[in-house]
């Protein structure tokens, strides 16, 4: 069994091709609400939250070719995805508390995996943190943009990007401590983002626009 701590250069191919394939549902559930979108806007949507955070994440780090490229697996997932919302997307909306928990997971494993990458490249503490928040939410960021939608990341609504701040943050945080075995400060990371996606959608909390009274209720 692979440790967390060594996720970043081992993840498990299954654990990727999983985590690729819920994003890609996500993304594919996404466009079949869309009545502009066609079966090609279907899998571009379900590339960008497949692995396109994955791909941010290798640029920004000097990995040629990207990662998401390098397997067959990993288009092949995006692709059934696609077929299979397509043909049998309002039978699946049963799941979508299962897609929830596994985009909670999504989120906390692979910030966290960027960011262990990010310091094994001896990057600043600012700067793993910023590659790990970036990698956790950029593939929606990016499908946001391509439906000419102000992303949500930088709306009032759940907190999604700030959940990514907080694990990834515990992680950066963690890591720098010598006492605090890489593998605790990756297990502690994931469980914070887990549990605070989750949390924070089942009480409904949202974010409120900047230009609002902070101290009012």
């Given at each position: 069994?692979?440790?967390?701590?060594?996720?970043?250069?081992?993840?498990?191919?299954?654990?990727?091709?999983?985590?690729?394939?819920?994003?890609?549902?996500?993304?594919?559930?996404?466009?079949r609400?869309?009545?502009?979108?066609?079966?090609?806007?279907?899998?571009?949507?379900?590339?960008?939250?497949?692995?396109?955070?994955?791909?941010?994440?290798?640029?920004?780090?000097?990995?040629?070719?990207?990662?998401?490229?390098?397997?067959?697996?990993?288009?092949?997932?995006?692709?059934?995805?696609?077929v299979?919302?397509?043909?049998?997307?309002?039978?699946?909306?049963?799941?979508?508390?299962?897609?929830?928990?596994?985009?909670?997971?999504?989120?906390?494993?692979?910030?966290?995996?960027?960011?262990?990458?990010?310091?094994?490249?001896?990057?600043?503490?600012?700067?793993?943190?910023?590659?790990?928040?970036?990698?956790?939410?950029?593939?929606g960021?990016?499908?946001?943009?391509?439906?000419?939608?102000?992303?949500?990341?930088?709306?009032?609504?759940?907190?999604?990007?700030?959940?990514?701040?907080?694990?990834?943050?515990?992680?950066?945080?963690?890591?720098?401590?010598?006492?605090?075995?890489p593998?605790?400060?990756?297990?502690?990371?994931?469980?914070?983002?887990?549990?605070?996606?989750?949390?924070?959608?089942?009480?409904?909390?949202?974010?409120?626009?900047?230009?609002?009274?902070?101290?009012?209720?």
């Amino acid at each position: 069994m692979i440790a967390l701590a060594d996720l970043a250069s081992e993840t498990p191919l299954a654990l990727s091709v999983a985590a690729t394939g819920a994003g890609a549902l996500q993304g594919a559930f996404i466009a079949r609400s869309d009545d502009d979108l066609d079966h090609v806007g279907m899998a571009t949507l379900a590339i960008c939250l497949g692995f396109g955070g994955g791909i941010i994440r290798d640029v920004l780090l000097g990995t040629f070719p990207p990662t998401a490229l390098t397997n067959t697996w990993f288009i092949g997932v995006v692709l059934a995805a696609v077929v299979v919302v397509s043909l049998m997307g309002r039978h699946l909306r049963r799941i979508e508390s299962i897609l929830l928990v596994a985009d909670a997971a999504v989120l906390g494993l692979f910030g966290v995996i960027a960011a262990q990458q990010a310091v094994g490249a001896d990057l600043p503490f600012v700067a793993v943190w910023f590659v790990g928040v970036l990698a956790s939410v950029g593939g929606g960021v990016i499908a946001d943009v391509l439906r000419r939608e102000r992303p949500m990341i930088m709306r009032p609504g759940p907190p999604y990007a700030l959940v990514s701040v907080v694990g990834v943050g515990t992680y950066a945080m963690l890591v720098e401590l010598p006492e605090v075995d890489p593998a605790v400060a990756s297990i502690v990371a994931i469980s914070v983002t887990f549990v605070g996606r989750l949390v924070t959608f089942r009480l409904g909390v949202h974010t409120r626009a900047a230009r609002s009274d902070p101290w009012r209720r």
